[in-house]
């Protein structure tokens, strides 16, 4: 059974910082693109950031560009979101998802949901003003 973990949300003021982590079981991911979503209430659920498959290619959402970093570590079949200078409108439920497929995943492609199969279950992320 595949299984992806999101932890790491939290409270934090704004100007703080998080780090979110995905833990996957059930199969290895290190031939796919992995990415992360959030999702505030009311909205839809919108691209953050993805890696590709060895982390030598990253995507980010415009309004989290500078501020967060995404990676990833295939020995641990782990991928990762460091959040800094959070503000208000980051938050949101954070959703760790892994590629379709296997292999190349263009710019467009790993920035929408329809190019993810597995998900994780959400990790709220709350940053008070």
């Known amino acids: 059974q595949v299984q992806l973990v999101e932890s790491g949300g939290g409270l934090v003021q704004a100007g703080g910082s998080l780090r979110l982590s995905c833990a996957a079981s059930?199969?290895?991911?290190?031939?796919?693109?992995m990415g992360w979503f959030r999702q505030a209430p009311g909205k839809e659920r919108e691209f953050v950031a993805a890696?590709?498959?060895?982390?030598?290619?990253?995507y980010y959402a415009d309004s989290v560009k500078g501020r967060f970093t995404i990676s990833r570590d295939n020995a641990k079949n782990t991928v990762s979101l460091q959040m800094n200078s959070l503000k208000p409108e980051d938050t949101a439920v954070y959703y760790c998802?892994?590629?379709?497929?296997?292999?190349?995943?263009?710019?467009?492609?790993?920035?929408?949901?329809?190019?993810?199969?597995?998900w994780g279950q959400g990790t709220q992320v709350t940053v008070s003003s």
């Open positions: 998802a892994a590629d379709r497929d296997p292999g190349y995943c263009s710019s467009y492609g790993c920035r929408r949901v329809i190019q993810y199969e597995y």
């Open positions: 059930g199969r290895t991911f290190n031939n796919y693109a």
């Open positions: 890696v590709n498959w060895s982390g030598s290619t990253t």
